[in-house]
Structure formats: C-alpha cells, structure tokens
C-alpha cells in the first residue's frame, strides 16, 4: 500500500473574499494546510471609530466561515497578518520564518514581493494573475481587457511563478474563462474564483511535489494592463454589448463615463433599450441618460449613493441564491 503524500503547508498573501474563498478550500481539500493568510492592513482612522474598516473585517469574517468553515476540516488554525505601506517587509520575513511554510502563494498584491521574503519558502512564490499571460500582465487586466474588447481571447488565470518583475515568472498552468462569464458580475467573479481553485488545488499542489515544471513565457510586445480616465469614456460607437461589459467591470471602480453637454455623467447599469440609434445628444432627466450607441439608443441610470448601496446588496442576494 503506497504511503499518503505529505500535506503541504502555504503562506497565502491576498484578501479574503468571494474571489480567493474557493481557492483557500479547494487547498484544503486537496488534503494540504494554511500556516497563514497576509491580509491588506486596514488603514487607521485617527481618533476616531471607521465603519469601512469595522465592515471590512466582518467581510473577512463572513467568508471565513463561508469558504473555509464547510470544509470536512472545519474551520483550520491558521495566523492571520495584517501587512500594509509602508512595508517592513523585515518584520514579516521575521514572523514567516517563524511559521516555516512550504510554500507562498500570492493573488492581487500591489507590490514586488522581495526575493529574500520568498526565499523563506522551500518552493519559493506562485502568483494567480487574472489572464492568460504574457497577455496583459500588470494591475488591471480585467479592466483593460475590456476596454480592449480581448476578454474572450486572453481572459483567463495563471498561475506562474514568482521572480523580481511582475508577472513575468514561468507559467504552470492556465485555464480560460468562457465568453458567456463576462454578462454579469457575479458569473465573472465564479469563473474566476474556479479556475483559481483548480489551479492552486492541483497545478501548485503538484508543482510543490515535484510532479510539475514551468515553462518560460513567450517573449515579445505585449499589453501592459494598466488603466487611465480615456478607458472610461463611453462613446457612440461603441456597441450596447460593449458598454454593458464596461459596465459589468469597470463600473463600480473607477466607473464608466458619458460626456453630457460639458460635463462627464457617471453612468449606472442599462435599463432600457429605446430602439434604433436616432443621431440625436444625449438627454439627462430624473436620474437617467438616454443617449446612442452604434447599435441601438439607450437609457441608463446615472450612478449615484444609492445605486451603489442597490448593486452591492443585489451582489449578495445574487451570490446567496
């Protein structure tokens, strides 16, 4: 009778949320351990109570206890670090070394992980980036797909390992995201939270054992994902499909825009599809837009407090059912 594989122990540096909670279980599940989890430190309010920072950390609560605690192992012991600017990256290689993990696995952090912090790791550091690189490496390469209108090529996860530039280490694994997965915010948020599930459950798992080995990215000039304020302009030539996956993105950070007269209308989700384009200017009344788009004319709401506050809860409704 062969001998079970040894678990392997992780270091994962990310927030938790409905993104990374599939992936954290599915690294359970596969019969591995979490030493610690590197959250973003929330930022202190002087002198005074913040209700973002008290909501975000029953946010990190909640999906705890959603992802991690429905596993068959319950709900595992593991330190949780806040880390935030400046960085005393010393002060976490101290307290990693300490915890003596196999392995680092990254998702969404906004800095170069040094090589010595990674060097604490038998296997070094695997990173998740969310497209199928060297496609669009960089910060915002969902946002910048669409706006380039390559989701369906390049929209993806890999998983690649980590070296002193971004996002530029050998490739282990990809998985693609079906076209249909961009509709909606919540379909593109399960797509991408399964395929980093998948990767991290088997591709790092079997890296870690050895069973695994990377291959160097393909050289050449490629996209570097990074947004400006030109990104989100909506214009008439775009099609509703179009602005219906910037909204879908981009539209509750940084938003979609829509120049009225002189000023920049920030535009909230479509409500209603008028017909044909007419060649007529936008028209802004009671809370909406109406306005052209190559294949249709439109009315969407404009952004506001309150349609924030709607979207969110319908998030979570959506998510629950």
């Known amino acids: 009778m062969s001998t079970p594989a040894a678990p392997i122990s992780a270091v994962f540096v990310l927030e938790i949320s409905d993104y990374s909670g599939p992936l954290l279980a599915g690294w359970l599940e596969r019969g591995n351990s979490i030493k610690a989890i590197v959250v973003p430190a929330l930022r202190p309010k002087r002198g005074r109570f913040s209700i973002g920072n008290f909501r975000r950390k029953l946010q990190r609560g909640k999906h705890l ?175 509703i499909e179009h602005v219906t996956r910037l909204w879908t993105v981009l539209g509750l950070a940084p938003g979609i825009y829509l120049t009225v007269g002189d000023a920049a209308v920030r535009l909230a989700f479509r409500i209603r599809t008028l017909g044909p384009a007419t060649g007529k200017p936008p028209v802004r009344r009671w809370g909406a837009v109406s306005f052209d788009l190559a294949n249709g004319r439109v009315v969407h709401l404009t952004y506001s407090r309150t349609i924030k506050r709607l979207v969110k809860i319908w998030q979570r409704f959506e998510r629950d059912i």
Not at 103 to 121: D, K
Not at 184 to 195: F, G, W, Y
Not at 211 to 220: K, R
Request: a negative charge.
């Open 65 to 239: 206890s959603r992802y991690l605690g429905k596993t068959d192992f319950g709900l595992p012991d593991f330190e949780l670090i806040e880390f935030g600017r400046p960085y005393d990256w010393d002060k976490l290689g101290r307290q990693l070394s300490e915890i003596a993990a196999d392995v680092l696995i990254c998702f969404a952090f906004p800095a170069i992980i040094p090589q010595s912090l990674l060097g604490l790791f038998p296997n070094g550091g695997l990173n998740l980036h969310p497209s199928l690189l060297p496609h669009y490496r960089g910060p915002h390469p969902l946002h910048r797909m669409v706006v380039d209108q390559q989701q369906d090529a390049f929209g993806g996860v890999t998983l690649h390992k980590m070296t002193p530039r971004f996002d530029e280490g050998d490739i282990l694994a990809q998985v693609p995201v079906a076209a249909k997965a961009w509709l909606s915010r919540q379909a593109l948020v399960k797509a991408h939270a399964e395929a980093m599930r998948i990767v991290v459950s088997e591709s790092a798992t079997a890296y870690c054992r050895g069973e695994l080995t990377g291959a160097p990215q393909p050289t050449g000039d490629f996209t570097w994902a990074r947004i400006d304020m030109s990104h989100t302009l909506v214009s008439t030539n775009m099609s």
